[in-house]
């Protein structure tokens, strides 16, 4: 058997010249939580040591950095802690220095100043693992309720109020959740009737859509705002992004039917060590993931993203004070605001989630050249098909042990001015990014001029999260009737790959 077989695949001219991008609108982060404390290892890097966390610079200075970002809600997670309070209270000790603004007065100062809204929180009654439906949990935390309402619900930041504690959503809130829910909400409403109530709950996974009591049970709710926790971060499946973009659609068409507000809480984060344990660090997730988050939920048709969470996540480099891990949360940082301003890949791979990328064409032929043992699925590079974070995806061609290199015909020379090719990463099953991608143009299919070599950026936070990039040259000014893509396998097992890209544009909107 030879080791080399070539595969000549014939396709269509697609021409997307006419297609409108209705839906590709992604909703930005307008919101996210603000955690005081360190309350165990997940918390590393958002208190770390050498910082004190009750400082009003440090808060003042943070709520400055999430402002200018383009956050506009923050969450307090907690305004008590193991039986020392973050304002001034009557009835629990302060867990900050007297004779200085306590965290809480300074957040919502700071807050006032740069038009910030603030979710006050109603907890914790003595801890993260309170349980809501306790009667004695509701009890302090409507004490705290009484005691914050009457310090802070006259300022202009003072927006609604957070209940903490979530409750398992699936398969369905429990009645008791609901009640425990609803008991808080009168008590807010009865205290600032024009306040927001924000919950954000779990379990989303677990939620039986198809059942009427999932419906049924959150029309009883009587808050403002449901933030589900979209779990990606915490990868309570082994591969969930495409179970929870569905769920997400399905919720949207649940909150029709009410008057609540749909709000996505996309996880930004990944894990340092263990997966989804207390004794493991939070750290950024590869932004390609966190960016399909994005457009997943803003595809449902969520009314807001906010997210678990940005301080200690995302860090503006050369801020002040530093809380994140400098590497991961500086990078983070800039990927994210890049993204905001339309600059490098991020447009381009954005508009491959949506699946109505534009194209000025793609080839009639295709030939590319691979080992007889290392396919795997049944992906084609140009039929216009575009895989999901899942490698048992049909739209996936493997290449095992192998480069990848693709030979595009255009059947006569056409100006050449953006290439692209999109990949799939996922450690767990030895799938990598290229090391490196050549992009090379030629008239007779023979010799091969070099465009560009694009190095693909290998994240070091990989260890449990599947997501898709691209490697993209832009500012080309050729005409070629045969471009070349040669994907470097660099660690010698997987290279996914599912299209390769002939002068794609991308119209963009964020909201």
């Not at 770390?48 to 200075?61: F, H, N, Q």
């Not at 050729?478 to 997987?494: D, M, V």
């Amino acid at each position: 058997m030879k080791t080399l077989r070539k595969i000549s695949i014939a396709v269509f001219l697609l021409l997307y010249a006419g297609i409108t991008q209705s839906q590709s609108v992604t909703k930005q982060v307008r919101g996210t939580w603000i955690n005081f404390v360190y309350q165990d290892e997940r918390n590393k890097y958002m208190n770390p040591d050498g910082i004190d966390p009750t400082s009003p610079e440090l808060w003042r200075l943070k709520i400055k950095e999430l402002s200018e970002m383009g956050v506009e809600y923050v969450v307090l997670m907690f305004v008590a802690n193991e039986g020392k309070a973050f304002y001034p209270s009557d009835f629990i000790p302060p867990a900050y220095p007297s004779g200085r603004e306590s965290p809480v007065e300074a957040v919502v100062n700071a807050a006032d100043k740069y038009n910030v809204k603030v979710f006050m929180s109603t907890g914790w009654a003595k801890n993260q693992d309170d349980n809501p439906r306790l009667p004695e949990t509701r009890a302090i935390q409507i004490k705290v309720m009484h005691e914050t309402a009457k310090l802070f619900s006259k300022h202009k930041s003072f927006y609604g109020w957070y209940l903490p504690c979530e409750d398992v959503v699936g398969p369905f809130l429990s009645q008791q959740a609901v009640d425990a829910a609803n008991e808080l909400t009168a008590e807010a409403r009865s205290l600032t009737p024009k306040a927001k109530v924000l919950i954000s709950p779990y379990g989303l996974r677990f939620a039986k859509f198809d059942d009427g009591k999932f419906a049924e049970q959150i029309a009883k709710l009587k808050v403002d705002i449901v933030a589900y926790q979209d779990e990606i971060g915490c990868v309570v499946e082994p591969l969930p992004l495409p179970h929870m973009k569905e769920n997400f659609r399905q919720l949207r068409e649940v909150h029709n039917k009410t008057k609540i507000e749909l709000w996505a809480n996309d996880e930004s984060f990944t894990w340092e060590k263990g997966l989804n344990t207390r004794p493991s660090a939070l750290i950024p997730a590869p932004f390609p993931r966190f960016l399909s988050q994005l457009v997943g939920v803003s595809k449902a048709g969520v009314d807001e993203v906010v997210s678990f969470a940005l301080c200690g996540i995302y860090d503006k480099p050369g801020s002040e004070i530093q809380i994140g891990q400098p590497y991961f949360a500086e990078k983070a940082y800039q990927e994210y605001m890049d993204w905001k301003s339309g600059k490098g890949r991020w447009p381009l791979l954005e508009a491959t989630f949506y699946g109505d990328l534009k194209h000025d064409a793609i080839s009639k032929s295709l030939t590319f050249t691979y080992k007889p043992s290392s396919g795997f699925s049944g992906g084609n590079l140009t039929d216009g098909k575009l895989g999901t974070e899942d490698y048992t995806d049909k739209s996936w061609l493997g290449f095992e042990k192998s480069d990848m290199v693709a030979v595009v015909d255009m059947g006569s020379k056409l100006p050449i001015k953006r290439l692209a090719a999109r990949f799939l990463t996922y450690k767990l099953k030895n799938i990598f990014l290229p090391t490196s991608v050549e992009f090379s143009v030629s008239d007779d299919g023979v010799h091969f001029k070099e465009l560009k070599t694009v190095i693909m950026d290998q994240a070091l936070n990989d260890r449990y999260d599947c997501w898709i990039d691209l490697a993209m040259a832009d500012n080309l000014s050729e005409n070629a009737r045969f471009i070349r893509i040669y994907a470097i396998n660099g660690t010698g097992q997987w290279i996914f790959a599912d299209e390769v890209f002939v002068n794609p544009k991308a119209d963009r909107q964020i909201n």
